[in-house]
């Protein structure tokens, strides 16, 4: 057993925190994660930013002034504030010892004194199509009385392997469907004209796509966390590309989808959000968006080579347009929780 300390970090806590960001990158480089790895400045930012709507805290066990585990813990403020997200990492030459338990022990009391009931977190696990890499998390929390509510295929497609001459065919295919909507493309900040509309649709994003066991509840995403949410973009230096799908004749935002692309990261992008309004669907216009958005990348990052995504494996529809796409499963994503007593 290792005699090591658990403590909250501050932003003061400079050496600590260069400590963490060490732990947190050995932790991917041994563990052969083929997902981007977080990037330093997102991980400092972590310490300084504030977000309208959660709070976070940085746990860690410290073994003589060094990082050798951490926890960070998500709080939502503005809905399912009955939840508790966190992840637990250490470091490959401290495990075994007892690190982790301790530090997901400490989590759950912590979550007990807040009133949080029910705790979550993902893992990363190899499909048998894609490349190996190392996954301690799903024993170690399935021994801790955490079940598995929802599995994620995490796609990625290589952008060096795409077939344009294929996506010129579905772009023109899906266009004959889609007459009445035009295509808007932009990044950063969005336009007033749009905010309210994507606001609108990210609230969606949780009681339209499949949530397996997943005790989550409908999302609050008003203007103000849009533009909440564009400020810590904007701090963060991350390239954030939109594209949306507007009815022409209601001026209605009927789809939307962005791709983030971290500071000083030029190979790997990641897909965020992708949705389509209700009452215009079969339209293509998941399609068009995703063409769109996917082909502008490398106008703005010409090296970049993957983007990566994400969905439950029941999400048959949005699967097979990102397959059209050239995506292939790279990992499993699974969301593990546990309710308190």
Do not use: C
């Not at 050995?26 to 400092?44: E, G, K, N, Q």
């Not at 990492?89 to 997901?104: I, N």
């Amino acid at each position: 057993m290792s005699d090591f300390a658990i403590v909250r970090l501050g932003h003061t806590d400079h050496d600590l925190i260069q400590s963490k960001i060490d732990t947190a990158l050995s932790v991917f480089a041994h563990d052969r994660i083929p997902l981007p790895p977080p990037t330093p400045t997102s991980l400092m930012l972590n310490f300084i930013q504030h977000h309208r709507n959660k709070t976070r805290e940085e746990w860690a066990a410290v073994e003589d002034g060094r990082v050798i585990g951490f926890s960070p813990v998500h709080l939502p403020v503005l809905d399912n504030t009955h939840n508790l997200q966190f992840d637990v990492r250490v470091h490959p030459d401290f495990r075994r010892r007892g690190v982790g338990s301790a530090l997901l022990g400490h989590v759950e009391s912590r979550a007990a004194e807040l009133g949080r009931t029910n705790l979550t977190v993902s893992v990363r696990s190899p499909v048998p199509e894609g490349p190996e890499f190392l996954d301690f998390g799903s024993a170690f929390l399935e021994r801790h009385g955490y079940a598995k509510a929802m599995t994620m295929g995490l796609r990625f497609v290589d952008l060096d392997d795409v077939d344009d001459a294929e996506l010129d065919r579905l772009w023109t295919e899906s266009l004959e469907h889609a007459e009445g909507f035009e295509i808007v493309l932009f990044e950063g900040a969005i336009d007033e004209a749009l905010v309210d509309g994507i606001g609108y649709l990210h609230s969606r994003i949780l009681t339209d796509s499949p949530t397996g066991d997943w005790d989550v509840r409908k999302i609050v995403f008003d203007t103000a966390r849009v533009r909440d949410e564009e400020r810590l973009r904007r701090e963060q230096g991350v390239l954030h590309l939109h594209a949306a799908a507007v009815h022409t004749e209601s001026g209605t935002v009927a789809g939307y989808t962005e791709i983030h692309i971290d500071a000083g990261r030029e190979h790997e992008a990641n897909q965020g959000d992708t949705i389509v309004d209700p009452r215009f669907r079969g339209h293509r216009l998941g399609t068009l968006l995703k063409i769109a958005n996917q082909r502008r990348v490398r106008d703005w990052r010409p090296k970049m080579r993957r983007i990566w995504t994400g969905n439950a494996e029941d999400n048959r529809h949005m699967i097979a347009i990102n397959e059209s796409l050239g995506y292939r499963r790279g990992a499993f994503g699974t969301l593990f929780q546990k309710a308190l007593a």
